[in-house]
């Protein structure tokens, strides 16, 4: 579905769309989330229903539509959920340590930075979920889902925690291969 078939969907109130975007942008958001800052799930699980929120509110009181969207709806709703998380740090007063605020200054300093980043982090997403058995599986569980080489060798089959190394190797050099093509390290 494109960006604009999301907002459309949004704007018209359409389940089906709504439900689209929530499974699509759900991992994403989580894996920038986890990735960047220390958050538990439940903490950002919350965040992304807050930012679903303030994406819907947005595009029915007209601040972003079709037409305005100077991004893509991915990288627009990442940095909501940013501006989001932020709004909520404040509220509560969570003490923040400093090298996170630093982070977020370089972020708000360098916004093209970010989008690349946002970009180059959709583009590393979408791959491995394109991988075939047992590379997407594995990488996921390892890198977004934090499991240990024991615990996906009990998910998945595997005899052992160093098999489950030895695979994730191979599957490694098997997505740097991809993304050399289609991203500049």
């Given at each position: 579905m494109t960006d604009q078939e999301y907002i459309q969907g949004f704007r018209n109130n359409d389940e089906r769309v709504v439900t689209s975007f929530y499974e699509n942008f759900r991992q994403l958001f989580f894996a920038f989330f986890r990735s960047r800052f220390s958050k538990d799930d439940a903490?950002?699980?919350?965040?992304?229903?807050?930012?679903?929120?303030?994406?819907?509110?947005?595009?029915?009181?007209?601040?972003?539509?079709?037409?305005?969207?100077?991004?893509s709806l991915s990288t627009y709703f990442l940095s909501v959920g940013r501006f989001t998380m932020m709004a909520k740090d404040r509220k509560f007063k969570e003490i923040v340590n400093d090298s996170e605020i630093a982070?977020?200054?370089?972020?708000?300093?360098?916004?093209?930075?970010?989008?690349?980043?946002?970009?180059?982090?959709?583009?590393?997403?979408?791959?491995?979920?394109?991988?075939?058995?047992?590379?997407?599986?594995?990488?996921?569980?390892?890198?977004?889902?934090?499991?240990?080489?024991?615990?996906?060798?009990?998910k998945y089959g595997f005899s052992n925690a160093d098999s489950v190394k030895t695979q994730k190797s191979k599957c490694i050099k098997k997505l740097r291969a991809v993304l050399e093509k289609n991203i500049d390290f």
């Open positions: 903490y950002i699980f919350d965040l992304f229903q807050d930012a679903c929120v303030v994406l819907w509110q947005n595009i029915h009181q007209g601040k972003l539509s079709e037409t305005n969207l100077s991004s982070r977020m200054k370089i972020i708000d300093d360098d916004a093209d930075s970010l989008r690349e980043r946002i970009e180059r982090d959709e583009i590393v997403l979408r791959t491995v979920s394109e991988m075939k058995p047992p590379c997407d599986s594995i990488l996921k569980a390892h890198y977004w889902d934090k499991l240990s080489g024991t615990e996906i060798a009990v």
